[in-house]
């Protein structure tokens, strides 16, 4: 489904196999020749970002294009696993995109240790929103953070996402019914990803590939990227290339030890160095092949 400058959305095919387009997506595409018929998507314009999940053959997916801010949802029930947290985030940093904390069901008494871990992530620089749809704080205070950007949801299942989503965009359910239809893939409703235009200011794609998602993880040197305060603190580590294990003169282990960097951040970023190695020897560089012909 296309949509133009008017904002009148199309149903259309693509033109090639090859091609492969998802929700974000901006491309060159043409009017159907009749009424009735499918437009045509002849190319894809180049992305600015690209949000992907990790796919069952252990390759990135994309799953989303254009995305500008991922929202991490959070919720005093279920209880939060806030190492699954600090993965969203980091992806989003990952992606070159913003991120924020949205602390959903505010009506329900939270226990002392979520107060305490969200102080942690606004101390680093985090936005903290509280919203609930059922009492106040409402939601004013997240749509006021989504304007301007294309944002998704992302969080552990039962953080009350589908809700959040509902409130800020009230025909949600409606439109992707529609699109859902008018698709070649209309049978399968619950795979079908759609950006909405929210009357407050902003988009918000609805993905169900991504509320949950796995995301793919960098070069073993490069997950410290994702981690702000530890991005911030190697660049007094005595080696440039630090993992931050057990090199001498390492700043970043200093600052947990005299807690500037929180242990169970740092924590977060020991696993997925570990899970990000464990990725790369499951996945080892493909040799070049060998030239044909007799060695001599």
């Known amino acids: 489904m296309v949509e133009d400058g008017s904002g009148h959305r199309v149903a259309c095919r693509l033109h090639g196999?090859?091609?492969?387009?998802?929700?974000?997506?901006?491309?060159?595409?043409?009017?159907?020749?009749?009424?009735d018929g499918p437009g045509i998507v002849y190319e894809l314009k180049p992305r600015k970002t690209t949000l992907a999940r990790l796919a069952p053959s252990g390759e990135a997916?994309?799953?989303?294009?254009?995305?500008?801010?991922?929202?991490?949802?959070?919720?005093?029930?279920?209880?939060?696993?806030?190492?699954?947290?600090?993965?969203?985030?980091?992806?989003?940093?990952?992606?070159?995109i913003t991120a924020l904390i949205a602390c959903n069901k505010s009506e329900l008494v939270a226990a002392p240790d979520v107060a305490a871990e969200l102080a942690v992530y606004a101390a680093i620089g985090y936005p903290i929103v509280h919203t609930s749809t059922r009492s106040a704080p409402g939601i004013a205070s997240l749509a006021s953070r989504l304007k301007g950007a294309i944002s998704v949801l992302v969080g552990q299942s039962g953080t009350g996402k589908?809700?959040?989503?509902?409130?800020?965009?009230?025909?949600?359910?409606?439109?992707?019914?529609?699109?859902?239809?008018?698709?070649?893939?209309?049978?399968?409703?619950?795979?079908?990803?759609?950006?909405?235009?929210?009357?407050?200011?902003?988009?918000?794609?609805d993905s169900p590939g991504v509320r949950d998602y796995a995301p793919p993880l960098p070069a073993v040197r490069e997950v410290a990227s994702g981690f702000i305060e530890i991005s911030q603190a190697a660049g007094g580590c005595r080696f440039q290339d630090c993992?931050?294990?057990?090199?001498?003169?390492?700043?970043?282990?200093?600052?947990?030890?005299?807690?500037?960097?929180h242990p169970r951040r740092f924590e977060s970023f020991r696993r997925l160095v570990a899970l990000a190695r464990e990725l790369a020897e499951r996945r080892p560089a493909r040799r070049p092949p060998r030239p044909s012909g007799r060695v001599r």
Request: glycine residues 6%; negative net charge; contains cysteine.
């Open 61 to 96: 997916e994309p799953i989303i294009a254009n995305l500008s801010q991922l929202v991490a949802v959070v919720a005093p029930i279920p209880a939060p696993d806030w190492f699954v947290v600090d993965r969203y985030l980091a992806s989003a940093a990952w992606c070159g």
């Open 17 to 35: 196999r090859r091609l492969a387009v998802v929700c974000g997506d901006a491309v060159r595409w043409a009017c159907p020749a009749a009424d």
């Open 243 to 261: 993992l931050h294990a057990a090199e001498p003169g390492c700043a970043v282990r200093a600052a947990v030890a005299g807690h500037a960097i």
């Open 162 to 205: 589908s809700s959040l989503l509902n409130a800020l965009a009230p025909e949600a359910r409606a439109v992707t019914q529609e699109i859902s239809a008018a698709s070649e893939q209309g049978r399968h409703t619950t795979t079908t990803a759609v950006l909405h235009r929210l009357a407050t200011g902003g988009d918000l794609i």
